[in-house]
């Protein structure tokens, strides 16, 4: 081997091995579990910091290592479904594959991701008016499916490194409890800021209307029991599409989607919707409400729902 390669084999191995050394974390720490090969790093350690940093990913690859027949899909407010309770209910194992702040067109993308790594046989899908606008768009989903291809894709990746900081950390300092210092405060925000931005500039959002009813129809077609959730809000966000000027639009779209499955309606005038209590913010309902909720989704007997037809 002349001297020339010698040498050039010698600074590739140099430049290679930083590369295989942060392959080698990122495969030991693995916080969203996408090789599933070591538990170096605690559970608990990692699902707190993947679903802070990126609970759609953490979700993703947590459903296509563990399939199950039935799921839940929809943002934050369906998160905290009681999957015990359903089944309870109806003798079937629920995954919930939310993502914080998901959109509906990454709702239904998600559907799809699903109904790849499973044979369905029933969906529940988290929705409300405020997902229900041209202008509520994101494309999250895409990336996902191309890190679950692609695990290069997984190992170079920024919000990984920043996951695997944090879930180090968990490990050895503890995980820190975020408590929102001023509730009073966060909920004004919720209802001032938060519900202008949904409801400020509305468009009606046809093509997702056509895609969702896709969904719809494949369900029936393929025997899947498809149920629609439309989760409450306190009345004083609720309020806040009055304020737009949208009343017209939130009965369309309640008369739009009421044929696509069945579909339990809890965001309208009831005990609910009228009690702070209920809330943890505008529009997170307690765990005790979530259960009320799932029980009135498999009940002949509705104690706060109405099935819209």
């Known amino acids: 081997m002349n001297t020339e390669l010698k040498i050039l084999l010698r600074k590739g191995s140099i430049f ?7 392959a080698c974390i990122v495969i030991i720490v693995d916080p969203f579990n996408y090789f599933n090969l070591s538990n170096t790093i605690s559970k608990h350690s990692k699902e707190n ?24 899909i929809g943002d934050s407010r369906i998160r905290r479904l009681p999957t015990q309770q359903l089944k309870k209910l109806t003798g079937d194992d629920y995954y919930t594959l939310h993502s914080n702040a998901a959109k509906l067109n990454e709702i239904i993308d998600l559907f799809w991701l ?6 369905l046989k029933n969906v529940i899908i988290g929705i409300n008016f405020n997902l229900y606008n041209e202008y509520a768009y994101a494309n999250r ?22 996951t695997i900081y944090l879930s180090l950390k968990n ?39 056509n895609r969702l009813e896709e969904v719809g129809v494949y369900c029936l077609e393929n025997n899947i029991n498809l149920n ?10 609720h309020d806040r599409l009055v304020d737009f000027n949208l009343e017209e639009e939130e009965i369309q779209f309640k008369k739009e989607i009421s044929t696509i499955g069945k579909v339990l309606d809890f965001d309208f ?41």
């Open 16 to 22: 290679m091995l930083p590369i295989i050394a942060w």
């Open 49 to 72: 910091s993947a679903q802070k940093l990126n609970s759609l990913l953490y979700n993703s690859i947590n459903f296509k290592n563990h399939p199950t027949n039935s799921v839940i």
């Open 114 to 119: 699903t109904n790849q790594y499973s044979e």
């Open 141 to 162: 989903v895409t990336d996902v499916q191309e890190m679950l291809r692609n695990p290069f894709i997984y190992i170079f990746n920024w919000n990984i490194a920043e």
């Open 171 to 209: 490990e050895f300092l503890g995980i820190q409890k975020n408590t929102r210092k001023n509730q009073e405060k966060f909920w004004k925000h919720t209802i001032n800021t938060v519900a202008a931005n949904h409801y400020s500039k509305y468009k009606h959002p046809k093509t997702t209307l």
């Open 228 to 237: 629609l959730i439309i989760v409450p809000h306190h009345k004083e966000f």
């Open 269 to 309: 005038p009831n005990a609910i919707t009228n009690c702070k209590p209920c809330f943890t913010d505008p529009i997170h309902t307690t765990d005790s409400i979530n259960t009320i909720m799932a029980n009135d989704l498999f009940s002949d007997s509705l104690l706060v729902g109405r099935l819209l037809q």
